[in-house]
T-cell receptor, first 116, second 111 residues
Framework: DTEVTQTPKHLVMGMTNKKSLKCEQH?????MYWYKQKAKKPPELMFV???????INESVPSRFSPECPNSSLLNLHLHALQPEDSALYLC???????????????FGPGTRLLVL | AQTVTQSQPEMSVQEAETVTLSCTYD???????LFWYKQPPSRQMILVIR??????QNATENRFSVNFQKAAKSFSLKISDSQLGDTAMYFC????????FGAGTRLTVKP
């Protein structure tokens, strides 16, 4: 089973709202990722968690706050977003972090976010 | 820094025919991994095929195969017997420390 689930599927929020995106995997993977994808563009890496610790933050604005409560869950907390943050947010997981030979990433279906 | 280039923004193919999508990359590393992902309009990124750089044998998965030329830093995807369900955006990806994607090729399979 290579399933990564994400909730919600769609989210509309105002610029003053606080919301959270959730990602879950039960494959025993120890690395989890958040990506942002704009229309007709490739995914852009935002954050990487390795063994539940934040290992990569690709200079993402502080209005995005990741959290990894345990090895199966990954959250992305959103606060004071801008309209240009509207995008598809993808979560992925891999058996291990990069450079350990188990890098294949499995993606969730994404959350389509619209910021008004 | 590693870069991935897909030079074909859009391609089309008739159902049942064969199509090849191109990908080149740039790296100074010797051990890395290459992937092709497919993203249909439903938007989920689906792994199509994976290639380890230290393996000379080209990976195959049913109708999908790659032509991996390490010296040329080329990693093309061949889809045989194209089906309507193959219509999607295809991303080539390189991973060493983290995953980098090409810009994508939008493939349309015509009936």
């Amino acid at each position: 089973d290579t399933e990564v689930t994400q909730t919600p599927k769609h989210l509309v929020m105002g610029m003053t709202n606080k919301k959270s995106l959730k990602c879950e995997q039960h494959m025993g993977h120890r690395a989890m990722y958040w990506y942002k994808q704009k229309a007709k563009k490739p995914p852009e890496l935002m954050f990487v968690y390795s063994y539940e610790k934040l290992s990569i933050n690709e200079s993402v604005p502080s209005r995005f706050s990741p959290e990894c409560p345990n090895s199966s869950l990954l959250n992305l907390h959103l606060h004071a977003l801008q309209p240009e943050d509207s995008a598809l947010y993808l979560c992925a997981s891999s058996q291990a972090p990069q450079r350990e030979g188990r890098e294949t990433q499995y993606f969730g279906p994404g959350t389509r976010l619209l910021v008004l | 820094a590693q870069t991935v280039t897909q030079s074909q923004p859009e391609m089309s193919v008739q159902e049942a025919e064969t199509v090849t999508l191109s990908c080149t990359y740039d790296t100074s590393e010797s051990n890395y991994y290459l992937f092709w992902y497919k993203q249909p309009p439903s938007r989920q990124m689906i792994l199509v095929i994976r290639q380890e750089a230290y393996k000379q044998q080209n990976a195959t998965e049913n109708r999908f195969s790659v032509n991996f030329q390490k010296a040329a830093k080329s990693f093309s995807l061949k889809i045989s017997d194209s089906q309507l369900g193959d219509t999607a955006m295809y991303f080539c990806a390189f991973t060493y420390n983290d995953m980098r994607f090409g810009a994508g090729t939008r493939l349309t399979v015509k009936p």
